[in-house]
């Protein structure tokens, strides 16, 4: 069945890095945009980043331009982000998302929870 | 950044009565390619978010048919016609006419 699995999350000390990892099977990879979307403990959801089907184009929020970075792997059917210099404000749990056709995101996984404490 | 705003915040409801939740943008979401990019999402408490709601009012593979939306330019509306038990969560719209893409508070719904 269609499914995404994120990992990599963990915690991690104020100005690390870390890498998200989100596995994707019972579709074709390749064929859909990707995105990245995070929940802060008790509040609401944040869109973070979307990559095209390709890998051509990529679009980040103002809130993390600059210290993420989407990537993806077709040949691994594997989403990526790589997160540096991280604060406590980071702390979340981080979705990935499959983007259907009209921007709506018709898949999602169970999340990995990443925790930015010292 | 287009604001989406939600309300009510909380609604309480009654098994079997109908629900409404409405969003409004800070401006329209009319793409230029004449399409609106408005869904709703239902999170249930301790699980992913989950589509309900694509381009208005298309409801999503496999949704009940009690879920409904509605609207145009920057005023929507999701609507329940007899809330179920698993209805419970929170709700959420979602613009995508333009990046950042950005999503509503959220709205509670419980039962009384």
């Known amino acids: 069945q269609v499914q995404l699995v994120e990992s990599g999350g963990g915690v991690v000390q104020p100005g690390r890095s870390l890498r998200l990892s989100c596995a994707a099977s019972?579709?074709?990879?390749?064929?859909?945009?990707m995105h990245w979307v995070r929940q802060a403990p008790g509040k609401g959801l944040e869109w973070m980043t979307l990559?095209?089907?390709?890998?051509?184009?990529?679009y980040y929020a103002d809130s993390v331009k600059g210290r993420f970075t989407i990537s993806r792997d077709n040949s691994r059917n594997t989403l990526y982000l790589q997160m540096n210099s991280l604060t406590t404000e980071d702390t979340a749990v981080y979705y990935c998302?499959?983007?259907?056709?009209?921007?709506?995101?018709?898949?999602w996984g169970k999340g990995t929870t990443v925790t930015v404490s010292s | 950044d287009i604001v989406m705003t939600q309300t009510p915040l909380s609604s309480p409801v009654t098994l079997g009565q109908p629900a409404s939740i409405s969003c409004r943008s800070s401006?329209?979401?009319?793409?230029?390619?004449?399409?609106?990019?408005l869904s709703w999402l239902q999170q249930r408490p301790g699980q992913p978010p989950r589509l309900l709601i694509y381009?208005?009012?298309n409801r999503f593979s496999g949704v009940p048919d009690r879920f409904s939306g509605s609207g145009a330019g920057t005023d929507f509306t999701l609507k329940i016609s007899r809330v179920e038990a698993e209805d419970v969560g929170v709700y959420y719209c979602?613009?995508?006419?333009?990046?950042?893409?950005?999503f509503g508070q959220g709205t509670r719904l419980e039962i009384k």
């Open positions: 019972g579709f074709t990879f390749s064929t859909f945009g």
């Open positions: 998302a499959r983007e259907a056709r009209y921007f709506a995101l018709d898949v």
């Open positions: 990559i095209f089907f390709d890998g051509s184009h990529k």
């Open positions: 381009k208005i009012s």
């Open positions: 979602m613009q995508g006419t333009q990046f950042p893409i950005t």
């Open positions: 401006q329209s979401l009319v793409h230029s390619d004449g399409n609106t990019y």
